[in-house]
């Protein structure tokens, strides 16, 4: 698999990076964060509220976009 980079150039997927990104994506809630957070910013705190869950569990998905490289904390 290539990947796109933001410079234009392409880069390799390994299959572990694959692995990553479909589980990541595997889980609803994180398909939803990825599609909101693709037009603007929003905060833990503003997601954990939103979702009704905790910070920590919120957290706990957010690191998991981060692990595949499909989000970043700013």
């Known amino acids: 698999m290539v990947s796109h980079t933001d410079d ?13 990104i479909f589980r990541a994506l595997a889980d609803r809630t994180r398909r939803d964060i990825m599609r909101r957070t693709l037009t603007e910013e929003a905060s833990l705190t503003t997601l954990a509220h939103d979702y009704d869950m905790s910070f ?4 706990k998905h957010v690191r998991a976009l981060e692990t595949a490289e499909l989000v970043e904390r700013t």
Request: charged share 30%; aromatic share 0%; glycine share 6%.
């Open 8 to 20: 234009g150039t392409t880069a390799a997927l390994t299959d572990d990076d694959v692995d990553r």
């Open 56 to 59: 920590a569990a919120v957290q």
